[in-house]
């Protein structure tokens, strides 16, 4: 399940309508803008993950806050609530607000929908992004917030804890087991959009997460990468382990950004403006 899925699924697949409704945009209109603006906000992170250290930058942001509300919560999408969030992702990603300002002017050419409504889903998009970024990740799981030594705490929270605090590293958890890649796919929720009928698409016995603990593949990759002093480009195999994970969610290659439409885009904008 890509990006954009996530993101029409997310709401108990009521996604694309409290998103939209807010915009005055009908399902349609908001899957369109949604198809044109995620994989941007996906190629800003491609981008910024394979500069030094980004890779350990979007952990470190992944564990802070509780990313999650963004696709659970419909009060955290409302444009008020999430768009200093949104804007600050935007920031880090795009490095300068004209940036943000051509990617809007390129989806409204493309979606017909006016550049004044674009630029405001933008920051609420980029909130779902990180959103669904966490969620895999975490296996859907709450990064929790960081115990006292000796307490009783867990997931992310005891990591940073052992990092910042200097505690005993705890042993490194279970991986998740993979994904299942099969069923499913954009196709079949743009048929369920656009074709006509008004009930949600349930997802399937093997879409289904299936229940895991809260130290999945984040926190490993997080233990890894920041314990123990070590500097992310002095352990080469633990980054690749970590961009091989994010490349599953987000798709492309963070590694070379290579062969993404979006990627060529956010790249030909910034060469224009002379970033």
Partial sequence: MNIVEMIARSHNGQ????????????????????????PMVTAGIRKNTRQDNGMASLLEALSGGSHERYLDDPQAVQYDNARDDGNGILGHLFVDKQVSREVTMQAAGSTGIGGAIMRKMLPVIASMVIGAIFKQMT??????????????????????????????QRAPSPQPQPRSEKGGGLDDLIRDVLGGGRGQPSPQPHQRQQPQSQDGALDDLLRDILGGGKRPQNNGEVISRGRK?????????????????????LESVNRRLGY
């Fill in 15 to 38: 996604g694309l309508d409290v998103l939209g409704q807010q915009f005055g945009l009908s399902r349609e209109q908001t899957l369109q803008a949604v198809a044109e603006l995620a």
């Fill in 139 to 168: 296996g859907g799981g709450r990064a929790q917030t960081p115990q006292p030594q000796g307490g009783q705490g867990g997931g992310l929270g005891d990591i940073l804890g052992d990092i910042l605090g200097g505690g005993q």
């Fill in 245 to 265: 994970t994010l490349d599953d969610i987000i798709g492309g290659d963070t590694k070379t950004g290579s062969g993404n439409a979006a990627d060529d885009l």
